[in-house]
T-cell receptor, first 110, second 115 residues
Framework: AQRVTQPEKLLSVFKGAPVELKCNYS??????LFWYVQYSRQRLQLLLR??SRESIKGFTADLNKGETSFHLKKPFAQEEDSAMYYC????????????FGQGTILTVHP | GAGVSQSPRYKVAKRGQDVALRCDPI?????LFWYQQALGQGPEFLTY????????KSGLPSDRFFAERPEGSVSTLKIQRTQQEDSAVYLC?????????????FGPGTRLTVL
């Protein structure tokens, strides 16, 4: 069975501080990992995926297969980064059924 | 269109009532997913359609839940004899093709409250 764990329900930082949202997964094969974000009063949207190896809005995430982690990082948090963040994976199907973590609420204080 | 749309946005049902939730995916999207999101939890997979074919319904919690997509576009999730534990946000998502690499675009969700 596949599982995604986000150990922090709440994370608070000050503007300009580094931020790291933790994500660990369990899956026996080679998963595809994603970060989805939900800003206040907006719908869930894709932030980034590991296969693209891209930086979106200053965020990056590296897949560490040894530690089965996919932590989301940003060196200098901004107030507009305040949102709910979900880590998710697909594996075992060809069509991309997502398994989500419980989510982390990030609050960036001015 | 502007994106995935869902209706109604909010639904209050009395226990035992049947409800129908509608999803309009992005035009031309082959794949359609339904997820259930309980309060304080991440979304959980319910069912998947590739065009009109329901290829995976492994996440449907009971036989009271039924989904269809008869013409390969609009989908309806029906819940019969609603129970309090069915209270959740129901999310619909669509993607361009059936590949797992494709981004899923989510609708705003329908918040169902069962009294």
């Amino acid at each position: 069975a596949q599982r995604v764990t986000q150990p922090e329900k709440l994370l608070s930082v000050f503007k300009g501080a580094p931020v790291e949202l933790k994500c660990n997964y369990s899956y026996s094969g080679s998963p595809e990992l994603f970060w989805y974000v939900q800003y206040s009063r907006q719908r869930l949207q894709l932030l980034l995926r590991h296969i693209s190896r891209e930086s979106i809005k200053g965020f990056t995430a590296d897949l560490n297969k040894g530690e089965t982690s996919f932590h989301l990082k940003k060196p200098f948090a901004q107030e507009e980064d305040s949102a709910m963040y979900y880590c998710a994976l697909t594996g075992g199907t060809s069509y991309g059924k997502l398994t989500f973590g419980q989510g982390t609420i990030l609050t960036v204080h001015p | 269109g502007a994106g995935v749309s869902q209706s109604p946005r909010y639904k209050v049902a009395k226990r035992g009532q049947d409800v129908a939730l509608r999803c309009d995916p992005i035009s031309g999207h082959v794949s359609l997913f339904w997820y259930q999101q309980a309060l304080g939890q991440g979304p959980e997979f319910l069912t998947y359609f590739q065009n009109e074919a329901q290829l995976d319904k492994s996440g449907l919690p009971s036989d009271r839940f039924f989904a269809e997509r008869p013409e390969g576009s609009v989908s309806t999730l029906k819940i019969q004899r609603t129970q309090q534990e069915d209270s959740a946000v129901y999310l619909c998502a669509s993607s361009l093709s059936s590949s797992s690499y494709n981004e899923q675009f989510f609708g705003p969700g329908t918040r169902l409250t069962v009294l």
